[in-house]
């Protein structure tokens, strides 16, 4: 597609539910990340992966945290038994060369409130 | 580890006046360097990058940043704005073969008429 396509664009979640974040990539882009940024502050990265490979998830808060790109385009980011901290916008972004070297195209968004 | 450090949270100027946003970094290997704006409601858009060669670089919508690798900053310049440009501004470092950038909590530029 012409952009990072992320879905749904707004999420409420009772606390304890699961969620899943999509992220369509831009057709062709090896690279994928995924950042959190709570209101007020800069993006904090997740996770990266490189094609369907997941390179570094050293920035998922916890074991509740889990992402996957099983064949290398579409991304999944899952939060299992939401807490209220969770709440945040989570930001996918996608760059054409490995490591986002040339600097990434960010998604809108998914803005995630847990009530 | 490297960390970003946005001097000023918000900046108000009037339209058509020069703005400078600061952006220090620190880090102990060799770096890209990033500014991004993001308007209302949009994602983060890139504006300009540094990655090698000549300090200053120029970005989209008459931006500009010089990398001073003596001060370890990439200051984000433009010499006269518009009220369109009113958005917040990130700036970020990337480690070589790291992937992940480190982000600043960004500067709210607000121009007025």
């Known amino acids: 597609g012409a952009g990072v396509s992320q879905s749904p664009r707004y999420k409420v979640a009772k606390r304890g539910q699961d969620v899943a974040l999509r992220c369509d990539p831009i057709s062709g882009h090896v690279s994928l990340f995924w950042y959190q940024q709570a209101l007020g502050q800069g993006p904090e990265f997740l996770t990266y992966?490189?094609?369907?490979?997941?390179?570094?998830k050293s920035g998922l808060p916890s074991d509740r945290f889990f992402a996957e790109r099983p064949e290398g385009s579409v991304s999944t980011l899952k939060i299992q038994r939401t807490q209220q901290e969770d709440s945040a916008v989570y930001l996918c972004?996608?760059?054409?060369?490995?490591?986002?070297?040339?600097?990434?195209?960010f998604g809108s968004g998914t803005r995630l409130t847990v009530v | 580890a490297q960390s970003v450090t946005q001097l000023d949270s918000q900046v108000p100027v009037f339209e058509e006046a020069p703005v400078e946003l600061r952006c220090n970094y620190s880090?102990?290997?060799?770096?890209?360097l990033f500014w991004y704006v993001q308007y209302p409601n949009q994602g983060l858009q890139l504006l300009l990058k540094?990655?090698?060669?000549?300090?200053l670089v120029k970005g989209i919508n008459g931006f500009e940043a010089e990398f001073n690798k003596s001060q370890t900053s990439f200051h984000l310049r433009k010499p006269s704005v518009h009220i369109s440009d009113t958005a917040e501004y990130f700036c970020a470092v990337s480690e070589y073969n790291a992937g992940k950038s480190t982000f600043g909590d960004g500067t709210t530029l607000t121009v007025k008429p």
């Open positions: 540094y990655l090698s060669g000549s300090t």
């Open positions: 880090s102990s290997v060799s770096v890209y």
């Open positions: 972004a996608s760059s054409l060369k490995p490591i986002g070297r040339d600097g990434y195209t």
């Open positions: 992966f490189q094609n369907e490979a997941q390179l570094d």
